[in-house]
């Protein structure tokens, strides 16, 4: 606990960082096209320059803003920022439709935040019970963690899971180029020098990341998909009033709580959350009817939720080193680059850094709170932003990110070269942020692959000696059979 | 996507079996620990799963009969993402060279153009502004080392 107090003084005397995060996590949020992950990328170079603890609460902090700023657009345009906000869609428009667009937007502020303050709370309770049980893993749990690690691969995928294993398994050969751990050879360089370095993660973050968004978003344009919805000026009165806010309060703390057990479930994430609290909200209801037509509860269900899904999702990330969903495996890359190593043993060697993200993310709530109820005004003005200055804007800010790193062109080449494969990934249904897991989690699952081959004299049975490595391949073999049932479901409907 | 999996399917296989071939040329068991081992784990995975996707095209492709729309870009729009990816490239190879003040408005005036900007002011205001301001933030604060310029 003096650790945690010591994390909120630090907090409050980097609150400058935090209001950052947050503030471009909404900004991010709000414009369709934008993501938290673009967000994390965008902020990268930034975050190479400031202490580790500066950076993660900074990160944090646009995580949950870029999951509450998703509902601005939402509401306004009827277009989610994000989709873990598309549910918010289905109530939220047609209150701004009737002129009430002020009453949603507090709504949805007050809900995110109550969500995030739920999941915060999670996280800083849960975490650290789990890395204690995580410190005891061996290289054979390590493996067959990494192991279920990649198979949520398949399942964070867009359209198959055999796109998902692909893009996940390039991830893995990619990462696989330069020289072995193990022995130091040489290995997939085909003769060129600068492969023996492999493949640095900023450019191909920024590549696969953000630069294929900005190639996406141009074919959009120029297709005529983009054209600018007309939006609601007209906010109304913003606070609902007493008889409007009875009965709220429940929904909100029901769906915070559901959002954070389905936050801390890898390969989840705010959309199915959202999804779901939406609908629990409307089968609970006295007025389900009134559901669809601009029904308060309906804001504030999705939007507690979604929020509550990101403490929830930081947990396997800070105490096991596995992303839960796309942000998080963003953010693991960003939490390399800076050296930040995520496990069980960031709670026992960099403990000021955990209390630091903990009380961090608590008080990013209450910045989002502030920044929320502050800019339901000016919302209306961030929807105006010309897409022909923002997106020449990421470009640049993408090549010089690229260039940042390392003072180099040949990473810069490398982030164009990626952004053409992410976009192409991203245009025929495969899954960059299963790429990236790949990337991440192959040299380690490959590095415990070999610690536990040498400590055992090479007998591979070793792999399967502990229940808890056991329970993680059970686990491995769930999440997959999950995604092919989910799959098979929704080839079933697609025919219907 | 049927026909555009096919083709995913054998890029994706042929790449497979060049690293297979690779592999092959690595040192032998060392020690109990064979640096081979894990890499062909991968290699042959992804083979298979291009195997699987390839199959899964054709399957869709001879499926559905009416013909699904493009899948890739076309004309005007394949142009201006041509354009669009040359001129990073093109910033690539132009930025040590002719360095930053110089390249990289042009990169944005172009970028500008492309997303629809056609008043010449505004383009000419926009692209110096953002390219001082970006210069401004990466040399300025956080000491990036960008490339000079010939003029200087």
């Given at each position: 606990m003096p650790g945690l107090l010591e994390g909120f003084v630090y907090a409050f005397s980097h609150l400058h960082f935090l209001a950052i995060g947050v503030v471009g996590g909404i900004l991010v949020g709000v414009i369709p096209g934008l993501s938290g992950s673009t967000g994390i990328i965008l902020m990268l170079p930034f975050l190479?320059?400031?202490?580790?603890?500066?950076?993660?609460?900074?990160?944090?902090?646009?995580?949950?803003?870029?999951m509450y700023g998703g509902s601005i657009s939402a509401i306004l345009i009827s277009t989610p920022g994000t989709p873990s906000a598309a549910a918010t869609v289905l109530d939220g428009y047609p209150l701004a439709k009737k002129g009430q667009a002020g009453k949603a937007l507090w709504v949805a502020t007050i809900a995110s935040t109550a969500g995030g303050m739920v999941s915060a709370l999670c996280l800083i309770f849960l975490a650290p019970q789990l890395a204690r049980i995580?410190?005891?893993?061996?290289p054979a749990e390590?493996?067959?963690?990494?192991i279920f690690g990649l198979t949520i691969m398949a399942s964070v995928s867009a359209s198959s899971i055999t796109k998902g294993l692909i893009s996940g398994f390039f991830g893995i050969l990619l990462s696989l180029v330069g020289i072995d751990p193990t022995l130091g050879t040489e290995r997939f360089t085909f003769g060129v020098v600068r492969l023996l370095t492999g493949f640095s993660m900023m450019p191909v973050l920024i590549g696969v990341f953000a630069l294929s968004e900005v190639l996406l978003q141009l074919e959009l344009l120029s297709d005529g998909k983009l054209a600018r919805i007309p939006h609601t000026d007209t906010l109304g009165s913003i606070v609902p009033t007493k008889k409007e806010r009875k009965g709220l309060w429940k929904v909100i703390l029901g769906s915070s709580i559901l959002g954070t057990i389905i936050g801390i479930i890898p390969a989840t994430g705010g959309a199915i959350a959202s999804f779901m609290a939406y609908n629990e909200a409307r089968r609970f209801s006295k007025e389900p009817e009134t559901f669809g037509t601009g029904n308060l509860a309906g804001i504030a269900a999705p939007e507690a939720a979604n929020n509550g899904t990101t403490g929830g999702a930081m947990v396997p990330l800070i105490t096991l080193g596995i992303p839960g969903d796309v942000v998080t495996a963003v953010m693991l890359g960003a939490l390399l680059l800076i050296g930040v190593q995520p496990g069980p043993l960031l709670f026992s060697q960099t403990p000021h850094i955990v209390n630091n993200l903990f009380a961090g993310f608590l008080v990013a709530q209450f910045l989002i709170l502030g920044f929320g109820l502050l800019s339901i005004r000016v919302s209306p003005l961030i929807l105006k932003a010309p897409l022909a200055v923002l997106f020449p804007l990421i470009l640049c800010l993408c090549l010089l990110g690229a260039f940042s790193l390392g003072n180099s062109m040949y990473d810069v080449g490398l982030a164009i070269i990626f952004g053409a494969i992410g976009y192409l990934m991203k245009k025929h249904g495969f899954s960059a942020a299963s790429?990236?897991?790949g990337l991440i989690l192959g040299p380690i699952a490959e590095r415990e692959l070999s610690r536990a081959l040498i400590l055992s004299h090479g007998n591979w049975l070793t792999l399967v000696k502990s229940p808890i490595a056991v329970g993680f391949y059970v686990l491995a073999l769930a999440s997959v059979g999950y995604s092919l049932a989910g799959s098979g479901k929704a080839g079933k409907a697609n025919k219907a | 996507m049927g026909r555009i999996d096919i083709v995913y399917g054998f890029v994706l296989g042929a790449l497979s079996l060049l690293f297979f071939v690779e592999t092959l040329s690595a040192p032998a068991s060392r020690g109990g620990i064979n640096p081979r081992t894990f890499p062909l784990i991968v290699i042959l995975s992804l083979f298979g799963l291009s195997v699987v996707l390839g199959i899964q095209g054709l399957l869709r492709s001879l499926r559905d009969r009416n013909p699904l729309p493009p899948t890739l870009p076309r004309g005007k729009t394949a142009g201006k993402l041509a354009v669009l990816t040359a001129a990073g490239a093109g910033?690539?190879?132009?930025?040590?060279?002719?360095?930053?003040?110089l390249a990289t408005p042009v990169l944005i005036a172009v970028a500008m153009i492309l997303f629809g900007e056609r008043r010449p002011i505004r383009i000419a205001i926009l692209s110096l502004t953002a390219s001082a301001a970006l210069y401004f933030l990466f040399r300025g604060v956080f000491r990036v080392p960008l490339p000079r310029s010939i003029l200087w």
């Open positions: 190479l320059y400031v202490e580790p603890s500066a950076a993660l609460i900074m990160m944090s902090g646009l995580f949950c803003g870029s995580a410190l005891k893993f061996g390590y493996f067959a963690l990494m790429l990236i897991l | 910033y690539t190879l132009i930025l040590e060279p002719v360095g930053y003040i």
